[in-house]
């Protein structure tokens, strides 16, 4: 299942029309932009670095994206993805909750895991958390949230419990965290344990490692959740004790 998810994850470029030198320029602005905002921040780099990365003018910024926030701008957009498309890969009614978790680590993770540009365009969504421009908001409720409520709606089905329940919220909060986990600190992960992300079969290990311990964790909250004594937490008022 992971592997079929991988599939529809990535888009091979075969089959596309050759870009026109404008087309290549304006590509090459967005990775060069990519990778230095996300090591120097907007704030410190400068139009000229962006072009001389770009083998361009200064010019093409402006003739392509008006000026150095429409630069900023376009990468976020660039290479978002529908929240729905992703969350379509996890929350299907007919899925086992084995199947709901491996879309969704698969579509998470392994665009990161085998793609360097993509790498640089998670350490600059981290960047802009840490020296907000604006946009992190607007991604924060575009993307984040809904990926978030759909996977509280899944293991909820799941399990048996209310849709909005703070016990969901944890659960999916304490799922999601193994994932970030990989998303912040994966070059720590490399550089102590490469082994563990060195071949497409080590990462498929991880990836399905992961879902097992989503399910052990689902399976102490099942029971939890069933016990006969079982207190509901959910009902805790907010900022209590």
Same mark, same amino acid.
């Given at each position: 299942?992971i592997?079929k998810?991988?599939?529809?994850t990535?888009?091979a470029?075969?089959? =596309?029309k050759?870009r026109?030198?404008?087309e290549q320029?304006r590509e090459r602005?967005?990775?060069s932009?990519?990778?230095?905002f996300a090591?120097?921040?907007y704030?410190?780099t400068? &139009?000229?670095?962006l072009?001389q990365a770009?083998?361009?003018?200064?010019?093409?910024?402006?003739y392509y994206?008006g000026?150095k926030a429409?630069?900023?701008?376009?990468?976020f957009?660039q290479?978002?993805?529908d929240? %729905?498309?992703?969350?379509?890969r996890?929350?299907q009614p007919?899925?086992t909750?084995?199947?709901?978790l491996?879309g969704?680590?698969?579509?998470?993770?392994?665009?990161?895991? %085998?793609s360097?540009?993509v =790498?640089?365009?998670?350490r #600059?969504?981290?960047?802009?958390?840490l020296?907000? &421009?604006? #946009?992190?908001a607007r991604e924060?409720?575009?993307?984040i949230?809904?990926?978030h409520?759909?996977l509280? =709606?899944?293991?909820?089905r799941h399990?048996?419990a209310p849709d909005?329940?703070d016990d969901?919220?944890r659960?999916?909060f304490?799922?999601?965290?193994?994932?970030?986990?990989q998303?912040?600190?994966g070059?720590? #992960?490399?550089?102590?344990?490469? %082994?563990?992300?060195?071949t497409?079969q080590?990462? %498929?290990?991880w990836l399905?490692r992961?879902?097992?311990y989503a399910?052990?964790?689902?399976?102490v909250?099942r029971?939890r959740?069933?016990?006969p004594?079982a207190?509901?937490t959910s009902?805790?008022p907010?900022?209590?004790?």
């Open positions: 299942m592997e998810n991988i599939s529809h990535l888009h470029d075969d089959g =596309r050759p026109s030198d404008g320029s602005l967005l990775h932009a990519i990778r230095l090591e120097q921040g704030a410190n400068s &139009t000229r670095e072009a770009a083998g361009t003018n200064v010019a093409a910024i402006s994206f000026d429409g630069l900023y701008r376009a990468v957009a290479y978002a993805v929240p %729905q498309v992703k969350i379509a996890y929350d007919h899925f909750l084995r199947q709901s491996e969704y680590y698969a579509q998470l993770l392994v665009p990161m895991l %085998q360097g540009l =790498r640089d365009c998670l #600059l969504w981290f960047r802009e958390v020296e907000p &421009t604006g #946009l992190w924060l409720e575009r993307n949230r809904p990926e409520e759909a509280t =709606r899944v293991l909820a399990l048996g909005d329940s969901m919220h659960l999916a304490a799922v999601a965290a193994m994932a970030l986990q998303m912040v600190a070059d720590m #992960l490399r550089a102590l344990q490469p %082994q563990l992300l060195a497409p080590a990462t %498929q290990v399905a992961m879902v097992d399910l052990a964790m689902a399976e909250e029971q959740l069933h016990a004594s207190v509901n009902d805790t907010k900022g209590s004790a």
